[in-house]
C-alpha cells in the first residue's frame, strides 16, 4: 500500500511498515542468548548495541519489513536494505539464520541508529525505561511527529519493524514496486496532541 506524492521534500517524512501480518520468533538458542543485546525491561536493543545476529524459527513470508515477536527487533528483506543503497548507513543490519538451516540471507536484522516515537492522540502511555533509558510509548489515533525530526538523519527506528523515513528516501525506493510495503506519509504536528508535555525527541542508541 502506497500514500505517497510526488515531488517529495526533505521535510516530508513518511512511517514504513510491512503490510502482511506475518512476524517470527527467537530459536531456543536465540532466545536464550538474547540478554546479550536486549534490555531487559522494554525489550529493546541495549544502547550501544551494534548489528545484531539471530537465529530465527521460521523466517516471515509476507512483507519486507517485520519483526521478533516477544522484542523490539525488526527484520528487514536484503532487497529492501540494497535498495536503501546508502541510507543503510543510519541502521545497523545484522544476520539471520533459520533454525537447522544456517544462513538465511533473504532476511537481516535492523535496529536504528537513532530511535524516533511515533506519536498517537488516544490511549497514551509514556515512560522511560529505568535500565536503558528508552522512551517507552503507546498511543492509538491518528499517529504524527513531534517534534519535528531532524532531516539530517534520513532514517529513524520506529520499533518493531517500523522505519520513519524522509521523502527522499521514499522517492528513491521507487514505493510503488513494493506492494507489501506500507509507505504512509506522517506529517509534523506543530504540538503534542496526546497529553504530554514531557520532551519525546529522537534519541541516539
Ligand atoms: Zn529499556
Given at each position: 500500500m502506497v500514500d505517497s506524492e510526488p515531488g517529495n521534500l526533505a521535510s516530508d517524512w513518511y512511517l514504513l511498515s510491512g503490510a502482511g501480518k506475518s512476524h517470527t520468533a527467537l530459536s531456543d538458542a536465540s532466545h536464550s542468548g538474547k540478554a546479550t543485546w536486549q534490555c531487559s525491561k522494554c525489550r529493546a536493543p541495549r544502547p550501544g548495541t551494534g548489528p545484531i545476529d539471530i537465529e530465527v524459527r521460521h523466517p516471515p513470508e509476507d512483507s519486507p519489513l517485520s519483526f521478533i515477536s516477544g522484542s523490539m527487533l525488526g527484520l528487514i528483506s536484503a532487497d529492501l536494505v540494497s535498495k536503501l543503497g546508502g541510507a543503510a548507513k543510519w541502521l545497523h543490519v545484522g544476520s539471520v539464520r533459520l533454525e537447522g538451516h544456517g544462513d538465511l540471507p533473504t532476511w537481516r536484522t535492523v535496529h536504528g541508529q537513532y530511535d524516533l516515537v511515533v506519536r498517537g492522540n488516544r490511549s497514551v502511555g509514556h515512560w522511560v525505561c529505568d535500565e536503558c533509558g528508552r522512551n517507552v510509548y503507546f498511543a492509538l489515533g491518528s499517529r504524527y511527529l513531534y517534534p519535528a525530526p531532524d532531516p539530517a538523519i534520513e532514517i529513524y527506528d520506529g520499533r518493531m519493524g517500523r522505519l520513519v523515513v524522509t521523502g527522499a528516501i521514499v522517492d528513491n525506493l521507487d514505493a510503488s514496486r513494493w506492494p507489501e510495503l506500507d509507505v504512509r506519509r506522517i506529517r509534523v504536528a506543530?504540538?503534542?496532541?496526546?497529553?504530554?508535555?514531557?520532551p519525546i525527541g529522537a534519541t541516539r542508541r
Open positions: 506543530t504540538k503534542p496532541r496526546d497529553g504530554l508535555t514531557v
